[in-house]
C-alpha cells in the first residue's frame, strides 16, 4: 500500500504508483482519458422535459473548436436522434463558460494536407446539413461566442436564442477564406443578400442585440440563452409530435421551390396527418374541453 494512499482502490493505487515511477506513463495515461472525454455529447431530460433533448458541447480546452473527434461526436449525436421516436425537440448548447463555439480548430487544421482540409470542411458541411435535416425541431442556445463554424452550426438550427455576452460573426476573410460549412448560403437566406455580404465581407462580430435587430437570432435575452430555449422547447413540446415534424419539413422544403411547387408540397404533408391518432385526439380533446394527450402516431 502506497502511504498516505490507503483510501484508494488497488487499480487506482496502481496507476497512482506508475504515475510516481514512470513519468512517461503518466503521458500515456493522461491521452487515454482524452480519448474516452465526450466532446459533444446528449443529455436527455425527465419529468415534465421528457421528450426535450439537449446536445452539450463540452471542450474546454478548445473553446468548443470542431476538431476531428469532437465532429465524430457531433455526427454520431445526430445519428442517435434521428432515429429515435422519443425525441421531440433538439436544444444545442455550450457547457463552456463564455462560449458556444469558436469555430474550427485552426491549430488541428494547420497540421493537414490540402487534400485532408477540403476533405474535412466537406465533412462539415454534411454534419451541419444533417443538424438541418433533423425531422424535429431545433433550438440553439447561444450563450458566449458562435463564430466562423460556430455560427455556421446556429445557422443550421430551427430557432435562435442570444444570450447577454452573446457574440455573432463570420470572420474568415480576415484568414483569407470564406465561410465553408453552409455560411455563405444560410446567411443570406436568413437575413437577406445585402446584409449577408456586408458581414462576411467586413468580417464584423455582432452582439445579441444587433443580431435580433437583423432576424439573426429569435432572442436576444438578458438573461441565459439556455433557460429561454428550454422555455421555447416547452412550448413545442406539448403539440402533436406528427403535426411539427409535417410543419418543419413543408417550410423547409417549400421555402426552396416557387410557391405553387410549395403549396403542392404543403398539400402532400397536410395528408400525412389526416390519418393520425393523434388529429382525432385533437379533436376529441377541444370537444371534452381537456388538454390532448399525443402519442406521436
Keep these: 500500500m502506497i502511504k498516505g494512499f490507503g483510501s484508494l482502490t488497488g487499480a487506482a493505487q496502481r496507476v497512482v504508483s506508475a504515475s510516481l515511477v514512470k513519468p512517461c506513463l503518466t503521458n500515456s495515461f493522461r491521452r487515454m482519458l482524452s480519448t474516452s472525454v465526450q466532446e459533444c455529447f446528449i ?174 437570432v429569435n432572442h436576444a435575452t438578458a438573461g441565459s440563452a439556455y433557460n429561454k430555449a428550454l422555455e421555447l422547447a416547452r412550448q413545442i413540446l406539448d403539440k402533436g409530435p406528427v403535426a411539427i415534424k409535417m410543419a418543419k419539413l413543408a417550410i423547409d422544403k417549400g421555402s426552396q421551390v416557387d410557391i405553387s411547387s410549395g403549396l403542392a408540397f404543403e398539400q402532400t404533408c397536410y395528408a400525412q396527418v389526416i390519418p393520425t391518432e393523434d388529429r382525432l385526439e385533437g379533436l376529441a380533446a377541444f370537444r371534452e374541453k381537456r388538454d390532448p394527450i399525443y402519442k406521436g402516431r
Design 43 to 216: 443529455e436527455r431530460l425527465d419529468g415534465k422535459d421528457t421528450g426535450i433533448s439537449v446536445l452539450n458541447f463540452n471542450r474546454p480546452a478548445a473553446k468548443n473548436a470542431l476538431g476531428r473527434v469532437f465532429m465524430k461526436q457531433f455526427q454520431d449525436a445526430l445519428d442517435e436522434m434521428r432515429f429515435d421516436d422519443q425525441v421531440r425537440v433538439v436544444i444545442v448548447r455550450s457547457l463552456v463558460n463564455k462560449v458556444f463555439c469558436a469555430g474550427a480548430d485552426l491549430k488541428e487544421r494547420a497540421t493537414m494536407t490540402p487534400p485532408e482540409v477540403a476533405g474535412f470542411v466537406y465533412g462539415l458541411r454534411t454534419a451541419f446539413g444533417n443538424l438541418e435535416s433533423l425531422p424535429v425541431p431545433t433550438i440553439a442556445a447561444i450563450d458566449g461566442a458562435a463564430l466562423g463554424g460556430g455560427l455556421e452550426v446556429a445557422l443550421s438550427t430551427d430557432i435562435r436564442v442570444a444570450g447577454a455576452g452573446a457574440k455573432l460573426g463570420l470572420p474568415e476573410t480576415r484568414l483569407a477564406i470564406i465561410p465553408g460549412a453552409g455560411g455563405t448560403q444560410r446567411l443570406p437566406r436568413l437575413i437577406g443578400i445585402p446584409k449577408a455580404k456586408e458581414l462576411i465581407f467586413t468580417a464584423r462580430t455582432l452582439n445579441s442585440e444587433e443580431a435580433e435587430k437583423i432576424g439573426l
